[in-house]
């Protein structure tokens, strides 16, 4: 009997009337309710002719996970079993894996869903949740028909997923790319998930500062940074304005960002971190050492997109540069891939700028860094993906005509050739003079240096809401 119903569920997965869609090896059947508690009931149904075993990815939650239950014959694996997701949210507490305010829940995917055991590769999943009236569930993850779609990603890298009684709306936001010249319009969808804390009032201004960032965003990639994405903010009573952030890719594009339960539009639109955790969100996991190449380019665009937006002076950026970027010198004579900390995050910026002023001279002020970022989101190495420091920057090399990332990985990353901030800040004509940033046009590298914070592409500004 569950292997017809498996035979069916496949059938589902592939629109009749659309291109064909590859069928799943698995499907899940799922059902939030809430009876005081949220609790999820899930079936899974995998083909296989080798056995498999479901096993938990999140050693704490094995403990929430009950009346576990496998078979397995003609090519068909079914298991089927409970999981206490309010006991396991309550008891971990904590916003990089699982939290709970009221009766919703933002948990990573790997918390609740197993993970089949077994396969020489990694399965496809498709996913299908039935939720009680008033309850949401909501991923990162593409949809194919009515499932949410886990491919090429385990489940334990799988990002975000938003469970229970929350405040949601899915904001249009244009397609990556959409808003090149020439170009046809096309949307892509921020999946926007609050959790109880806050009022009405304060959820109205999270979701405008939300939408309003994403607009500057999307000004700076030419398009949004994902296809699909999902934005969890978790309000917390132990700060104020805008907390810790986390973009967590696999399978689909997820972000957390905690925010103060004093909600106030000046702070939130005055901070850096939902900017910061949405250019990630543009960019492929870097792996074997990347972490500095990640922070650094979210560190360096940061301020950049929201100058542009309108949101901060040429002379701020220049100035947070300038005061910052000491922070991560140290990390280029001691390789890049033993950063810590504020290396990573400094020293990263650091290499960025050197690529920016690098693809700008290279291409006589027709490209910069930008043009390399947004290039090889096009090509295809999204937020979903991994790669690593050599692919990308051979990626970014291709989409820009340069050899510049390329050259600066072999020369920063791999022989770990110091940088001399002294003289790169003279070579761009930048001081600081009383207190206050001073630009010399003269110097030799003024023309490239003043195309960074205004960019080549016509400027959008972004109102801030009380300029509307």
Not at 165 to 178: D, N, Q
Not at 201 to 226: C, H, I, K
Not at 338 to 360: I, P, S
């Amino acid at each position: 009997m569950f292997r017809r119903a498996l035979i069916a569920a496949l059938l589902a997965a592939t629109p009749s009337l659309a291109q064909p869609v590859a069928a799943p090896d698995c499907t899940v059947d799922g059902r939030l309710a809430d009876s005081d508690e949220l609790r999820l009931d899930i079936t899974y149904r995998c083909r296989a002719t080798q056995p498999l075993s479901f096993r938990s990815v999140e050693e704490r939650a094995s403990s929430y996970v009950h009346d576990l239950k496998v078979e397995q014959r003609d090519g068909v694996a079914e298991a089927r079993y409970r999981f206490d997701l309010s006991g396991f949210a309550r008891a971990v507490d904590a916003t990089s894996l699982a939290v709970q305010r009221g009766n919703g829940v933002l948990a990573i995917l790997g918390s609740w869903l197993l993970e089949p055991q077994g396969y020489d590769r990694v399965p496809t999943i498709d996913i299908r949740m039935t939720t009680a009236p008033g309850l949401v569930f909501a991923a990162g993850l593409p949809k194919v028909g009515d499932a949410w779609r886990l491919s090429g990603s385990p489940v334990v890298t799988a990002g975000y997923t938003a469970l229970g009684r929350l405040t949601y709306r899915e904001l249009a936001v244009p397609a990556p790319g959409s808003l090149r010249p020439g170009e046809p319009k096309a949307e892509a969808v921020l999946r926007v998930a609050i959790l109880d804390g806050v009022g009405e009032s304060a959820r109205a201004d999270l979701f405008d500062w939300v939408e309003r960032t994403a607009q500057a965003q999307s000004n700076y990639w030419q398009g949004f940074t994902a296809k699909q994405a999902l934005l969890g903010l978790v309000p917390v009573t132990h700060r104020r304005g805008v907390g810790y952030g986390r973009s967590v890719p696999g399978g689909g594009v997820t972000v957390m960002v905690e925010v103060g339960t004093d909600v106030d539009r000046r702070r939130l639109f005055g901070d850096w971190v939902l900017t910061h955790e949405l250019i990630h969100t543009g960019m492929p996991f870097i792996r074997r050492g990347g972490t500095w190449f990640m922070e650094g380019a979210a560190t360096y665009v940061e301020p950049i997109i929201r100058a542009r937006a309108g949101w901060k002076s040429e002379e701020e950026v220049w100035r947070e540069w300038v005061d910052n970027m000491p922070k991560g010198v140290q990390a280029f004579s001691s390789t890049m891939a033993n950063a810590r900390g504020q290396e990573n995050y400094w020293g990263g910026a650091t290499f960025m700028l050197l690529a920016d002023v690098g693809m700008r001279r290279a291409t006589n002020g027709a490209k910069g860094l930008e043009d390399c970022l947004a290039g090889v989101l096009w090509s295809g190495l999204d937020g979903a993906r991994r790669a690593t420091i050599a692919e990308y920057a051979a990626t970014c090399d291709r989409v820009t005509g340069t050899t510049v990332m390329s050259s600066l990985v072999e020369r920063h990353f791999n022989n770990a050739q110091p940088v001399d901030l002294a003289a790169l800040w003279k070579d761009l004509g930048i001081s600081l003079v009383a207190g206050r940033i001073a630009l010399d046009d003269s110097a030799p590298s003024a023309r490239w240096r003043k195309l960074i914070v205004p960019g080549t592409h016509p400027l959008k500004r972004v109102k801030l809401p009380w300029e509307s």
